[in-house]
């Protein structure tokens, strides 16, 4: 079933209508020629409207729609929603007091619709309104009733409130290093501190390195502010390195030139500090040298480990420190990368990548009972550390035994979730978003009965998307059938035959790169099932004599097959036949994994090079595409499988040009 963006012709209706309404006069002008009436929209089309209008923040565009939605419709909620979110709006760019009719509006609307997502949204957002006006006792009190809890920026504004009232504010400190940008209410909190004594200079300058870690300029900027460092210095710091280096200003000033200057010349960078021209010393120094490895390794440089070495005594992040590991583990040097992983905090430590690594470099130092101990805590986990740990342990990949499919009874009452019938609507009309966020709101607190009902549901309407996603929030009793659902099988088998390629490999690939929605559209212009550049289908249309292409027509299932896999197999044959370059190259294009490939100073396990892959995007969907491919190729065969195996070994070659897009 296709939900695909309605490609109505509102726009100018509305747009007719609204002049018709505010220039006096021009309704009744006289046509020459009788004019065709403009198409009343209908209901639904007028909630995609008003949600367009509410994105622009045009209230007329927006009112025209509303009256069209009658307030028994499904979406009629969302309405009120948008309508008062507008009015608050209104009120964040010209603060009044809480008595303001837009905060009347907000409790009106909580106390209609408390319990729904869109509440909890409402009140996410008035909380922010709330916390940067200072009104504290009423955002305590929504704060409490708050459920998502997912906007750091709405915590900290928890903890300043706290914090001016002399209150207890324990959390204060996790608070402001939780965010990558210390923006809105993380920053008031930190200067909030900082004005109390509750955090010392020290203190907001190791949260100044962090921000200078992860490249947040405007968290570098907020910081050194407090610290009493010159703001033009550090601007010029960050934005023109290396004069700022050539100007020898103060430790700080040094800090944060060598880091930029790293991330676009690691080796120069290098060569300031190795000649002791960057006047830095100690725990300074080691911080520096960890961010021109950091540096390094994302570009792969050949001299990222021995950066890495000079770097590991520095207090750096779980960022900076994987960069490192990354370093240590393409050069297979164990020591060096069990040492790194042990300087992890325990969340980085127990990450399942960094899990696995550890317990590979204790096998190779010879503790076999803490590496199988250390393996033992990632294996069983239905992903790539998961599934090489359990190899390591000697056991192949199995998908676990199949709970007992949902009843109908279970079914039904999941058809009958109003939540998921707006859901449901909210996909007809191409909001994906919004449907998506109704959807996922139902499924707090369920039990896996009841998420195997819902995924089930959603497999029946043909929203492969949410019935892949509630299904891989099971516990204990999972169903692999609809977590790696095999929808169109008798249309993809025989393209795949066609290129020789597995059926397995292609189905984790759509798995990773649309979740099956037919039309599914990147915030990069990609398209379709196996999600296609409109310039290499354009290329690829040309190599198969396609006549006459239209860009639309990668949202039909045969022709995203015929391209996609075309395209699979060209970088297939291209990248010598390894899936982990292929698959790469799938998503970054072939000259990257090419070039890759060449930076290896000697052959290493495809699942290595899957680890050191210097794109996060990339890194992730490769090891996701495998994945998936293995427990696709048990679920065909029945039989247990390797991931190892697929993986292969990553030799290193020269690069070559590549006229593949």
């Known amino acids: 079933m296709k939900h695909r963006i309605a490609q109505l012709a509102i726009v100018g209706t509305i747009a007719l209508l609204l002049a018709a309404a505010q220039v006096p006069g021009l309704a009744k002008s006289p046509a020459k020629k009788p004019a065709e ?17 509410f994105v622009r923040n045009d209230a007329a565009r927006f009112e025209a729609a509303a009256r069209l939605v009658e307030p028994d419709h499904l979406l009629a909620r969302y309405i009120d929603f948008w309508r008062v979110r507008m009015d608050l709006r209104k009120q964040e760019a010209s603060p009044v007091p809480s008595a303001s ?57 928890h903890w300043l409130g706290r914090v001016e009232r002399k209150l207890a504010a324990d959390g204060a400190l996790a608070a402001i290093d939780e965010p990558r940008h210390l923006r809105d209410g993380c920053g008031d909190l930190l200067e909030a501190m900082h004005e109390t004594g509750r955090i010392d200079r020290e203190r907001v300058r190791q949260r100044m390195l962090a921000a200078l870690e992860v490249d947040s300029r405007d968290s570098v900027e907020r910081t050194a502010t407090l610290l009493g460092l010159d703001a033009d210095a550090i601007a010029n710091a960050w934005s023109r ?126 503790d076999i009972e803490g590496g199988r101990e250390r393996l033992g805590k990632v294996a069983g986990g239905f992903h790539f550390y998961g599934q090489l740990a359990a190899e390591e342990l000697g056991e192949l990949v199995r998908t676990p035994p199949r709970a007992q499919r949902a009843s109908e009874a279970e079914i039904a009452a999941a058809a009958a979730n109003p939540g998921f019938a707006r859901a449901l609507r909210f996909y007809e009309i191409g909001l994906r978003l919004e449907g998506n966020r109704e959807w996922n709101y139902q499924l707090r607190g369920m039990n896996d009965r009841q998420l195997l009902a819902a995924a089930g549901f959603a497999c029946r309407q043909r929203v492969l ?176 499988q390797s991931l190892k195996a697929r993986l292969g070994t990553i030799t290193p070659q020269p690069a070559t040009q590549s006229e593949v897009p």
């Open 37 to 53: 009436a403009p198409r009343a929209l209908s209901a639904d089309e007028a909630v995609a409207e008003a949600r367009r209008a």
């Open 101 to 157: 009719a837009a905060d009347r509006q907000v409790r009106r609307f909580l106390v209609e619709h408390e319990g729904t997502v869109v509440a909890d949204l409402m009140r996410r957002d008035w909380l922010m309104d709330l916390g940067k006006r200072r009104n504290w006792e009423p955002f305590d009190a929504e704060y409490a009733a708050w459920v998502l809890r997912d906007d750091d920026q709405v915590h900290c504004y």
């Open 241 to 366: 390195p290396l004069a700022a280096l050539a100007k020898s200003s103060g430790r700080e000033h040094t800090l944060i030139a060598i880091a930029r200057y790293a991330r676009s010349n690691p080796q120069e960078a290098a060569r300031w500090l190795e000649e002791g021209r960057a006047p830095l010393k100690g725990p300074d120094l080691a911080f520096a040298w960890s961010q021109v490895a950091a540096a390094g390794m994302r570009r792969l440089a050949s001299e990222s480990f021995e950066w890495t070495r000079r770097a590991l005594d520095a207090r750096v992040g779980d960022e900076t420190l994987a960069w490192m590991a990354r370093a240590a583990l393409r050069e297979q040097q164990w020591p060096t990368l069990r040492a790194i992983v042990a300087r992890m905090s325990e969340e980085g430590r127990n990450d399942p990548a960094w899990a696995y690594w550890e317990g590979r470099a204790l096998l190779a130092a010879g």
């Open 465 to 640: 998307d949410r019935c892949v996603n509630t299904a891989d929030l099971t516990r204990a009793e999972h169903d692999f059938s609809l977590r790696f659902v095999t929808p169109f099988i008798d249309e993809l088998e025989p393209v795949a035959a066609e290129r020789e390629l597995d059926p397995a490999w292609i189905y984790g690939l759509i798995r990773q790169e649309s979740r099956f929605i037919m039309d599914a559209r990147s915030s990069a212009g990609a398209q379709g099932l196996m999600q296609i550049m409109p310039a290499t289908a354009r290329w690829i249309a040309g190599k198969l004599g396609v006549d006459r292409f239209q860009v639309s027509q990668l949202n039909e299932l045969q022709t995203n097959l015929q391209f996609g896999t075309y395209y699979l197999r060209t970088v297939l044959d291209k990248l010598d036949g390894s899936p982990v370059l292929a698959s790469a190259a799938y998503n970054a294009g072939p000259r990257r994994p090419l070039n890759w490939r060449a930076t290896l100073p000697a052959p290493v396990e495809g699942a290595i090079f899957a680890e050191i892959i210097p794109f996060s995007e990339t890194r992730d969907y490769v090891k996701k595409v495998l994945s998936n491919a293995v427990i696709y190729a048990e679920l065909f065969s029945g039989k247990p």
